[in-house]
């Protein structure tokens, strides 16, 4: 027995996920046929892009996966669902034993990044010895203690 879902279906499953607006990446499964196949992806591609497509395809030089109607949707109609509640229950039971497996990522701390800042250099020279510099700026031009070196320690020195 296998799992089945009509393509507007599993679209639908990425309009209710694309809804949390997170980062989304979507990748292709399998056990499709290649006709329904392109038709997926693009029904899917259209819902991403927040885009309404036409059921008509246009002449273009992948028409020929469009095949045999040519024709965007295929035409709906009553499937029986052949899984039975066991299976399904024991593909949720394998699913949540294999997340049980999948180790997490650590926890990091969120906190605010700081602005960056431009502090431009400081020219004494430049400076109009008749104009009072305020507090904030004689802060930025305090030089620390072990910041540079006289002497042995001065990488400066020749």
């Known amino acids: 027995m296998a799992f089945s879902m ?10 209710f996920v694309k809804k949390f607006n997170l980062p989304l990446l979507v990748t292709g ?16 591609t259209g819902i991403l892009l927040d885009t ?7 002449e273009n030089d992948y028409i020929k996966y469009f095949a045999p109607d040519f024709s965007l949707k295929i035409p709906g109609g009553h ?20 997340l049980r497996y999948i180790q997490h990522a650590p926890s990091v701390q969120m906190q605010e990044v700081p602005p960056d800042f431009y502090i431009p250099d400081f ?9 009072r510099v305020d507090q904030r700026s004689r802060d ?14 001065d990488n400066d020195a020749s």
Not at 31 to 36: A, I, L, R, V
Not at 123 to 131: A, G, H, R
């Open 29 to 44: 499964g399998g056990g499709y046929t290649k006709e329904n196949v392109a038709r997926c992806w693009t029904v899917e």
């Open 79 to 98: 499937i029986e669902n052949l899984n039975t509640k066991s299976y399904i229950s024991s593909i949720k039971v394998q699913i949540l034993e294999n």
């Open 140 to 153: 930025k031009q305090i030089q620390r203690d072990d910041e540079y070196f006289d002497g042995d320690n």
């Open 52 to 58: 309404e497509l036409p059921n008509e395809i246009s």
């Open 6 to 15: 009509l393509f507007t279906g599993h679209a639908e499953c990425v309009k």
């Open 123 to 131: 020219d004494e020279d430049e400076q109009n010895p008749d104009v």
